[in-house]
C-alpha cells in the first residue's frame, strides 16, 4: 500500500528518485565506469527505461526498453487508473509521465523493442514514440518481434536474450 501511494498521480517520478539512490551507489564504486552504464526494463520497467533515458539523459549511455508504455492514457485502464486516476482528474500527472512529450531529450543509444501481437502493452506505443522520434530528428534503434505477445517467449526470447546482449557490448565495451 506505501508504494502505491506513494506512487499515486506520478508514475516514473518516486520511483526514479529511488532508482538513483542506487545508481548513486554504483557509481561510487571503485570499479564502476559511471561513464558507461546501461540499463534494461520490460513494460513498466521498459517506461523506465525510456524515462532514464528522456528524463536523465546523462545518467545513462545506452538503454534497452522493451515492450514499453510511453502515453499512460493508451494504456489498459483498470491498472493505470488505479495508479493515475483518470486524466480528466489528473491532466498533470499523465502529461509528466507521457515520453512522447519527451523524445528530444535522448542523447544515449535507446534500443526499444515491441511483439507486433502485444496485447498488454499496443504496438501504437513504440509506433508514436518513434514517429515523434523522426519528428524532432532524433536518432533511436528499433527491434520488432513478429507475432510476438507481451512476453517474447520460446527460441524468440533466447533471440531477444541475444539481440540485448549484443547492443550493450555494441555500445558500452571499450
Keep these: ?4 501511494s506513494a506512487t499515486f498521480g506520478q508514475l516514473g517520478t518516486v520511483e526514479m528518485e529511488d532508482q538513483m539512490k542506487g545508481v548513486s551507489y554504483l557509481q561510487s564504486l571503485s570499479f564502476v565506469d559511471s561513464k558507461r552504464m546501461g540499463i534494461h526494463g520490460w513494460s513498466f520497467g521498459g517506461f523506465m527505461t525510456t524515462s532514464f533515458m ?3 539523459p546523462d545518467v545513462f549511455k545506452v538503454g534497452v526498453a522493451g515492450g514499453p508504455v510511453m502515453d499512460w492514457k493508451m494504456y489498459e485502464i483498470m491498472y493505470t487508473e ?3 486516476n ?4 489528473n491532466p498533470k500527472g499523465y502529461e509528466d509521465a507521457n515520453l512522447l512529450s519527451k523524445a528530444k ?7 526499444l523493442i515491441h511483439g507486433t501481437d502485444d496485447a498488454t502493452v499496443v504496438w501504437q506505443h513504440s509506433i508514436d514514440f518513434l514517429k515523434k522520434t523522426v519528428d524532432d530528428n532524433i536518432q533511436v ?5 513478429p507475432e510476438s505477445e507481451h512476453n517474447v517467449r520460446g527460441k524468440d526470447r533466447v533471440h531477444l536474450m541475444q539481440k540485448i546482449s549484443d547492443y550493450f557490448d555494441l555500445h558500452l565495451k571499450p
Excluded: A, H, S
Excluded at 531529450?105 to 534500443?111: A, E, H, S, Y
Excluded at 534503434?141 to 518481434?145: E, N, R
Design 1 to 4: 500500500y506505501k508504494f502505491e
Design 54 to 56: 528522456l528524463r536523465k
Design 82 to 84: 488505479r495508479y493515475m
Design 86 to 89: 483518470t486524466p480528466e482528474q
Design 105 to 111: 531529450n535522448l542523447k544515449g543509444k535507446l534500443l
Design 141 to 145: 534503434d528499433y527491434f520488432v518481434y
